[in-house]
């Protein structure tokens, strides 16, 4: 027996006395503010908690070692020093998606214990064992010393009161309690009779299934029943735009990569599950795995109804050759880009039960919940009224979470067995199965003429999606899209190719494509400066796109605030030694002549509680905050008694959460549905109208499809518009960033500015250190830490220019904001290294140490 004290009060246990403390806070007692991120490999800080006065983690912390001790989760702290500290953080913008707050929190009480008045460098010392993937860490640490402060002066913290309009730096919906635990995300939620599932991935990326041995499994204790796709009442196949991905595979069939499902089991406990998986055996027919994209292109087909390369994108406007060869500056070049893990906090889970007269409810992290209904009624052959799929705002998505990943399984396994089930991934089971950002291969050529114009543009891509298409064609199709970045070339020849390998599926991810490219076109540009001896500012400043000029779509834009941003980093530009600069273009919305649209209900429940209703995802940008605060703004509405709510049963059916444009098209739908409203309130008063509710909509269905005979082509509805500026100190470190991003309004300044820290942190890891490696189909690295993912002492100050130049769609003038945030860092740095050394670096992540070719 093993006696310690946890929250004030005594606990004797019995048990195993290798189990982790963290299993036996989440499992046993159902202390859900103590979070699982890596599965533990003690490398995300997300199950800090505090023991005999020190932060531990305690996902290797073994309950052997607990004889005596004293501990305590956020659920236990005392209530000033919580509120405290966590309302310090709501109003400093700390809280995104949320999940790794907690163990913050945690961390940070402790520090403050130690150090009531701790320095910066004391403060990155402390957070050397934690990782946030959203906010950038600088409003973390702004966030403690601000509770340090306050917990010096015994001052009571309140939650910023605001009006809830739009511009002012509304706190974050549901920020306390997310930071303290409260609010539940999808694995902290038990329900009664509930049963746990594993997953049987294939040992193979390429082979041929020729027997499933489940008998073993079945007869483990606790185990209730063995799935494989024999038990697929509907289809087996789903996908975002091809239906090319299996829920499982059946004997017979080949597999495509190392994440295919195999099985799968439901048992009493989640570690029985996972027994029970280990017990299944397969026999294969190993086959050689193509995974070299090049050699994919002619080769022998991985899906055999299409061809590897699947899908090409083209745009071409003038003679390329010509200008090309008439050009007096050119650069050209081959680039590549990595392949990244989204590492969202926050692994993927799923929570399915039986709902109605034989339907089922999916209580879903992912970013699109009308998606996850429509494919989920695929699989269980039920019509889609019968599949209800509510949304759990989750701990991070950066588009890794549009695809269906476990939702299908979970569904299945709770449908046939009419039971609630559970089914969380391992960190490594999340590498392995969710499609990561492309590797993208590139060719180009840029030229200028002897005044300092961009002339003419050719570029040859290649990206490697992986096994399945997920929206692999999409990104790609962006790559050609954003070929041109912030500029105007007139003479364009543009050629992207999708293809299928044997790797892990490549998909969305922020950026979508636009960071490859400008990777490779601003290196191209830097280089034409240094030939010609033209200014990089300057000549950045003289090409920008202006309203009226076309991108490499052929469209014409309006609204843009290149120059804009370009002159709020110019004083930067020329105060500093060795600098680099990138500028960029981010698209809103899905466009290429497909529709984007939102609807929204305002449910006037009484003078007291209005719930608004609408389709998107909250994943820590904000999205929540951008709907609630366009309805204060139309309606004069307390922010106080507004809920927001995403549910299926709402039946406003709405596209994935992607490609920048939730804030455009939620705040366009409320201000649509509020006009009635506004003018209800005004003749008759909030009060009379309790039981009413208000429709809205917004409907984008003018954009045109790339190659379209289009004379005036109009590929989205909108951009958002960037410059961004990095500096070396003397050595060659960075010292900070500078990002001046045009938000065309800013809704929300404080979140705007989290977004920007989260994407500039996001794309620094990218320049220099993340990569997710494979060699024959197969990982090379499955630790989190391993990624190489910045943490906050290692994170260079930023700078946020916000500019607002007005979009002529998005609501007041609003731009999206959530992807481009990381389109030019990359680009900006390499630059910036470029300035430093002189070496043209061609391949991310960027090396210090490579020596010129």
């Known amino acids: 027996m093993i006696s310690f004290i946890l929250n004030g009060k005594r606990i004797e246990y019995t048990g195993d006395p290798e189990r982790s403390l963290l299993k036996f806070l989440r499992l046993d007692n159902h202390l859900t503010a103590v979070k699982d991120?890596?599965?533990?490999?003690?490398?995300?800080?997300?199950?800090?908690?505090?023991?005999?006065?020190?932060?531990?983690?305690?996902?290797?912390?073994?309950?052997?070692?607990?004889?005596?001790?004293?501990?305590?989760?956020?659920?236990?702290?005392?209530?000033?020093?919580?509120?405290?500290?966590?309302?310090?953080?709501?109003?400093?913008?700390?809280?995104?998606?949320?999940?790794?707050?907690?163990?913050?929190?945690?961390?940070?009480?402790?520090?403050?214990?130690?150090?009531?008045?701790?320095?910066?460098?004391?403060?990155?010392?402390?957070?050397?064992?934690?990782?946030?993937?959203?906010?950038?860490?600088?409003?973390?640490?702004?966030?403690i010393l601000y509770a340090a402060g306050a917990l010096r002066n015994r001052e009571k913290l309140e939650i910023t009161k605001t009006s809830g309009k739009v511009g002012v730096s509304h706190p974050k919906y549901e920020a306390y309690n997310t930071a303290?635990?409260?609010?539940?995300?999808?694995?902290?939620?038990?329900?009664d009779g509930m049963l746990f599932a594993a997953l049987r991935f294939s040992d193979h990326p390429r082979a041929r299934i020729l027997k499933i041995h489940t008998s073993e499994a079945e007869n483990l204790p606790g185990v209730h029943r063995v799935f494989t796709a024999k038990d697929i009442p509907g289809e087996h196949y789903t996908g975002l735009i091809l239906q090319d991905w299996p829920v499982m595979l059946d004997e017979g069939e080949t597999t495509h990569f190392i994440g295919d499902v195999l099985a799968g089991v439901v048992a009493d406990t989640d570690e029985i599950a996972r027994q029970a998986v280990d017990l299944i055996k397969v026999e294969y027919e190993v086959l050689e795995p193509l995974t070299d994209v090049f050699k994919a292109i002619h080769g022998e087909r991985i899906h055999p109804e299409r061809p590897n390369n699947f899908e090409t994108t083209t745009f071409r406007i003038g003679d390329f050759e010509e200008v090309f060869g008439n050009s007096k500056y050119t650069s050209q070049g081959h680039y590549e880009t990595q392949r990244i893990e989204h590492a969202f906090m926050e692994k993927e889970a799923a929570v399915a039960l039986p709902y109605g007269d034989g339907g089922i409810q999916l209580f879903s992290q992912s970013q699109g919940v009308y998606e996850d209904r429509r494919q989920l009624a695929m699989i269980l052959g039920l019509p889609e009224e019968k599949v209800r799929v509510t949304l759990v705002p989750n701990g991070g998505g950066f588009g890794g979470k549009e695809d269906l990943s476990i939702q299908g399984q979970t569904a299945l396994f709770a449908f046939l067995m009419k039971k609630p089930v559970k089914l969380t991934l391992s960190r490594p089971e999340s590498f392995r199965l969710h499609a990561k950002r492309h590797p993208v291969?590139?060719?180009?050529?840029?030229?200028?003429?002897?005044?300092?114009?961009?002339?003419?543009?050719?570029?040859?891509?290649?990206?490697?999606?992986?096994?399945?298409?997920?929206?692999?064609?999409?990104?790609?199709?962006?790559?050609?899209?954003?070929?041109?970045?912030?500029?105007?070339?007139?003479?364009?020849?543009?050629?992207?190719?999708?293809?299928?390998?044997?790797?892990?599926?490549?998909?969305?991810?922020?950026?979508?494509?636009?960071?490859?490219?400008?990777?490779?076109?601003?290196?191209?540009?830097?280089?034409?400066?240094?030939?010609?001896?033209?200014?990089?500012?300057?000549?950045?400043?003289?090409?920008?796109?202006?309203?009226?000029?076309?991108?490499?779509?052929?469209?014409?834009?309006?609204?843009?605030?290149?120059?804009?941003?370009?002159?709020?980093?110019?004083?930067?530009?020329?105060?500093?030694?060795?600098?680099?600069?990138?500028?960029?273009?981010?698209?809103?919305?899905?466009?290429?002549?497909?529709?984007?649209?939102?609807?929204?209900?305002?449910?006037?429940?009484?003078?007291?509680?209005?719930?608004?209703?609408?389709?998107?995802?909250?994943?820590?940008?904000?999205?929540?905050?951008?709907?609630?605060?366009?309805?204060?703004?139309?309606?004069?509405?307390?922010?106080?008694?507004?809920?927001?709510?995403?549910?299926?049963?709402?039946?406003?059916?709405?596209?994935?959460?992607?490609?920048?444009?939730?804030?455009?098209?939620?705040?366009?739908?409320?201000?649509?549905?509020?006009?009635?409203?506004?003018?209800?309130?005004?003749?008759?008063?909030?009060?009379?109208?309790?039981?009413?509710?208000?429709?809205?909509?917004?409907?984008?269905?003018?954009?045109?499809?790339?190659?379209?005979?289009?004379?005036?082509?109009?590929?989205?509805?909108?951009?958002?518009?960037?410059?961004?500026?990095?500096?070396?100190?003397?050595?060659?470190?960075?010292?900070?960033?500078?990002?001046?991003?045009?938000?065309g309004k800013i809704m929300n300044p404080m979140l705007f500015e989290g977004q920007v820290h989260g994407g500039v942190h996001m794309g620094l890891g990218y320049a220099l250190s993340e990569d997710l490696p494979m060699k024959d189909g197969f990982l090379l690295i499955e630790k989190m830490r391993d990624l190489k993912i910045l943490r906050a002492h290692e994170t260079p100050e930023i700078v946020v220019k916000m500019v607002e130049v007005k979009d002529p769609v998005g609501p007041y003038g609003a731009k999206g904001i959530g992807e481009i945030g990381l389109v030019p860092t990359a680009a900006a740095v390499a630059n910036a290294f470029y300035a430093f050394d002189g070496i043209k670096r061609t391949k991310l992540p960027l090396k210090r140490e490579e020596e010129p070719k």
């Open 180 to 191: 303290i635990g409260n609010r539940k995300f999808v694995d902290d939620i038990f329900l």
């Open 441 to 743: 291969f590139m060719d180009i050529h840029l030229a200028a003429d002897e005044s300092g114009k961009l002339r003419a543009l050719k570029l040859r891509a290649v990206g490697d999606t992986g096994a399945y298409a997920s929206v692999g064609a999409k990104v790609l199709e962006r790559v050609a899209g954003h070929a041109a970045g912030g500029y105007f070339i007139p003479v364009i020849d543009i050629e992207a190719k999708t293809v299928y390998t044997n790797n892990i599926p490549s998909g969305a991810m922020r950026g979508f494509g636009a960071n490859q490219v400008c990777f490779a076109l601003e290196g191209c540009i830097d280089e034409i400066c240094t030939k010609a001896g033209f200014d990089r500012w300057k000549f950045r400043w003289e090409n920008a796109l202006v309203d009226g000029l076309m991108t490499s779509t052929g469209q014409k834009v309006f609204g843009v605030g290149i120059r804009a941003c370009l002159e709020a980093v110019k004083n930067d530009f020329y105060a500093g030694k060795y600098v680099g600069l990138a500028c960029a273009i981010k698209n809103s919305g899905v466009g290429n002549g497909m529709v984007d649209e939102s609807k929204v209900i305002i449910e006037i429940v009484s003078e007291r509680k209005i719930i608004l209703k609408h389709g998107w995802t909250e994943m820590g940008q904000g999205v929540h905050n951008m709907a609630l605060q366009t309805l204060c703004e139309e309606t004069g509405l307390s922010p106080d008694i507004i809920e927001v709510a995403v549910d299926t049963e709402a039946q406003i059916k709405t596209g994935m959460t992607t490609s920048s444009r939730a804030t455009a098209l939620v705040g366009l739908a409320v201000i649509n549905a509020a006009k009635s409203l506004k003018s209800d309130i005004n003749n008759f008063g909030l009060k009379r109208l309790a039981g009413k509710s208000y429709r809205g909509q917004f409907v984008c269905d003018w954009t045109s499809k790339p190659g379209s005979a289009a004379a005036n082509p109009v590929i989205h509805y909108s951009y958002g518009y960037a410059a961004q500026l990095c500096v070396l100190n003397d050595d060659g470190s960075i010292r900070k960033v500078v990002a001046a991003h045009d938000g």
């Open 37 to 143: 991120g890596c599965s533990a490999q003690s490398a995300c800080g997300a199950c800090t908690v505090e023991i005999d006065g020190k932060a531990r983690l305690s996902c290797v912390m073994k309950m052997k070692k607990l004889q005596d001790a004293v501990i305590f989760t956020p659920e236990g702290f005392p209530q000033y020093v919580l509120d405290t500290i966590a309302k310090a953080f709501v109003n400093k913008g700390a809280v995104q998606c949320g999940f790794c707050t907690p163990g913050f929190i945690s961390r940070t009480k402790v520090l403050l214990q130690d150090k009531p008045n701790p320095t910066i460098s004391e403060i990155h010392q402390a957070l050397k064992p934690h990782l946030c993937r959203c906010t950038g860490y600088k409003k973390i640490e702004d966030g």
